[in-house]
């Protein structure tokens, strides 16, 4: 399995950017869905996460500015990121539990990660 992060780049504070996270392989079933994001010297944060029927949750630092949402047809995350601020600059993440065709026990997988950088 493996999750492929995109959609990261540069923009000025007040802009949005999309990430997407693609998973592929031969996946069973994906339950849980994050995005997490890293800041140089800080410790991971996790930013949302969606579960498989579609219930989100999100760091109180990005309520009412970022949406995440998931295409299950397309084993896909997204998230959404408006009206950015320079402390939302980070490598973002994202995160899935999934099962496969070979291992029917939940494992957590983890893409490269993307880089947001929010100017002033």
């Known amino acids: 399995v493996q999750l492929q992060a995109c959609g990261g780049g540069l923009v000025q504070a007040g802009g949005s950017l999309r990430l997407s996270c693609a998973a592929s392989?031969?996946?069973?079933?994906?339950?849980?869905m994050r995005w997490y994001r890293q800041a140089p010297g800080k410790q991971r944060e996790l930013v949302a996460d969606i579960t498989s029927g579609g219930m989100t949750n999100y760091a109180d630092s990005v309520k009412g500015r970022f949406t995440i949402s998931r295409d299950n047809a397309k084993n896909t995350v997204y998230l959404q990121m408006n009206s950015l601020k320079p402390e939302d600059t980070a490598v973002y993440l994202c995160?899935?539990?999934?099962?496969?065709?070979?291992?029917?026990?939940?494992?957590?997988?983890w893409g490269r990660g993307t880089q947001v950088t929010v100017s002033s």
């Open positions: 392989g031969t996946i069973r079933s994906i339950y849980a």
């Open positions: 995160n899935a539990i999934i099962t496969t065709m070979t291992v029917p026990t939940p494992v957590n997988y």
